[in-house]
């Protein structure tokens, strides 16, 4: 079995008598409106011919993986799968962009694609639909894990499956959010800071997974994308978004043992030869060691496709957004009244431009909507021109697609993490909704003893109140914990989370 990496989360599954292309993103026009671009530029893929594959997989709705402009030149008869997830967003987003429907595949199920067998996972909280896939054949093995956090449960389960511990994984090492970079509470030191705890988190999950997997070979892949459009091009030199030969030096560095690869488009590891051919093509103008120059010549020779693309949000009509917007939320108010009360809070939507105004969106028990006046209070503001409002009012573009573009700032106080308002933007589902209110019932009345570094020694919940990973793997410092899942961090005095609205139950002996 041969693996091909095609840019990006792009890979190819080759064995003697099957062909997989798994979320190839090729197309010249980048992703979430021309704000993401593949590192480096895999665009020459379009032009292969892909007509002898024996299937596709998108692993889910991000732009950076369903590339419809990909799976629109690819034959009739070639199947496209997807995992089954609670909500049918995705499989409706694929049809209405391509106008074919996908095959949807059960989890933790045995499938056989071609001579490939293969089984799926997706995040233990539906709050976050994204899937794992494992592939065997011929005893070898791959298993990518996408941009998902894989459990120890999970961890198990896989290497069940396999029969041993895989041959190959993939990992993202790379941040796919727009935390801390839009926030304008923070200056300009601060927000370097966070953004590099937030790596070193990332990185530490990467690090704990991939000594739970144990793989001969571990490739980092999936990120970070170009930020080529000038309005958000510093984003580039951010520390959310590291490079995998930054993240390869780091794991090295804090002790992980095995083989690390990180690839570039053309890069092929075959896993029956138990050898890594590099691509020397790309690598005559591109090293991940100084990517600078690369990425400001990028910039300019994809800006006048960048300006095609906002042109022609400029143009989209509409008026009245004020009323527009109060139609949208309040049908929004009435898809899940758990999300309501659990968001609990004022959201200021200050919009730029033609058409533009300022109005407060209130989700609570009493969820309302209303004209902003001076004086009236919120708790979190997002600040944006009036043509993106209208790509998502008028073109039904997803919040998050429009969020994870950047090209907004937002402010928030009390400074804490509202997961269950960004789910309810980003699903703005009933089906979502319901499989998310059902998974975070308390499953377990389970403890667990730990200790901090001076000795104290305190009962807690053992599974996370956010997503139900357990804590036993979880990092404590400073007489506080972190989930290794999502970096949700507990004040084990308190059981207060100190970066999101939920707590733990701690008991201090």
Known sequence: MKIEF???AGICIKT???KIVMDGWFTKNGAFDGAWYQFPENHDYMKRDW??????IVSHEHMDHLDPEFLSILPENVPIFIPNYPSPNFQKKIKS??????????LEQPHKIGDIECQIWTEESPMNQDSIWVFKSENQSIVNTVDSRVSLAQVQSMKNFIGKNPDLLLIQCSGASWFPITY?????????KMSEEKCESKLNYVLTTSNLFQPNYLAINAGPPAFLDQEIFDANSNATFPNPNFSKKWLLKNGFMNKIHDPMPGDIIDLSQNEILLDDKIRKNFSWEDTSEYLFKYSKKM??????IKERIEKIPGSNLGDKLKEHFEKMFKINSYFNERINMSILFDIKGTDGGKWLVNFSQNSHFKNYEDGDNFDYKYVFDSKWLKRILYQNL????????????SWRNPDIYNDHLLGLLKFNDESATHAVQQFEKPKSNETIFVTTSDGQKYEIDKFCPHAGASLETAKIKDKKIECSLHHYVFDLETGRCVNANCSLKTKKC
């Open 51 to 56: 007509s002898d594959i024996t299937a596709a």
């Open 6 to 8: 095609l840019g990006h």
């Open 97 to 106: 962009l391509i106008n074919k429907e996908p095959i949807i595949l059960s």
């Open 16 to 18: 003697n008598n099957s």
């Open 303 to 308: 800006e006048s496709t960048i300006e095609v």
């Open 398 to 409: 997803p919040w998050e697609d429009f969020f994870l573009s950047l090209r907004f700032e």
């Open 184 to 192: 304008s509470q923070y200056d300009e030191k601060t927000k370097i």
